[in-house]
């Protein structure tokens, strides 16, 4: 994608049962807002025992759990 680009929807679906730390190390997150529209969403499945808290400017929205799979949303900090 190029620099100006943003999208509604960005699906985040890292190895499976990848934790929260090794998600930070890889730095994963690290500027997925830039690509993220206003009112965006990112959905992130992962595993239920994967825990990881979303830091400024991103925050979570919504969060199901199905067994040992969950699904969440993150949006900006700043959207509805």
């Known amino acids: 994608p190029q620099a ?6 960005i ?5 499976y049962d990848q934790t929260g730390a090794e998600l930070s190390r890889w730095k994963v997150i690290q500027g997925l807002e830039r ?3 206003p009112s965006g969403r990112i959905i992130w499945e992962h595993h239920t025992s994967s825990v990881w808290s ?6 979570e929205v919504w969060r199901r759990t199905y ?12 959207a509805r």
């Not at 100006?4 to 929807?9: F, G, I, R």
């Not at 699906?11 to 190895?15: E, N, Q, R």
């Not at 067994?67 to 700043?78: E, I, K, P, W």
């Open 67 to 78: 067994g040992r799979s969950t699904v969440t949303f993150l949006a900006a900090s700043d």
């Open 35 to 37: 690509l993220l529209a």
């Open 4 to 9: 100006k680009d943003q999208y509604d929807l």
């Open 54 to 59: 979303p830091q400024e400017p991103l925050r």
């Open 11 to 15: 699906f985040l679906d890292p190895p």
